[in-house]
Nanobody, 128 residues
Framework: QVQVVESGGGLVQAGGSLKLSCTAS????????MIWFRQAPGKEREGVSC????????YYADSVKGRFTISRDNAKNTLYLQMNSLKPEDTAMYYC?????????????????????WGQGTQVTVSS
């Protein structure tokens, strides 16, 4: 059974930084592409970033490009999202998710249906 646990959210002022973490178990972590997505109240889920199984390839939504950095430590089964220059519009519940197959590459990562294994999320609130 795949389990995913996100942590690291909080309240921060605009322009500040946060680093989110996510641990995954029940799968061979270094075989899977991983993503971060977010959902704000009343809005659809939005893919934020994707990282390939090895960490060699990373992709970002235009809304966070240049401000967020995704990374992973396969030895620790852990995924990270470093968020800098935060804006009020970044306020959302953030989730990490694993691909449904051990494909390893991001491909069409914007199709969030590919990533069914996610946790309870961690809340990020950015005040203006």
């Amino acid at each position: 059974q795949v389990q995913v646990v996100e942590s690291g959210g909080g309240l921060v002022q605009a322009g500040g930084s946060l680093k989110l973490s996510c641990t995954a178990s029940g799968l061979t972590f270094d075989d899977y592409a991983m993503i971060w997505f977010r959902q704000a109240p009343g809005k659809e889920r939005e893919g934020v970033s994707c990282i390939s199984y090895s960490g060699d390839y990373t992709y970002y939504a235009d809304s966070v490009k240049g401000r967020f950095t995704i990374s992973r430590d396969n030895a620790k089964n852990t995924l990270y999202l470093q968020m800098n220059s935060l804006k009020p519009e970044d306020t959302a519940m953030y989730y990490c998710a694993a691909d449904h197959l051990a494909y390893g590459l991001c491909g069409n990562w914007h199709d969030l249906r590919r990533f069914p294994y996610w946790g309870q999320g961690t809340q990020v609130t950015v005040s203006s």
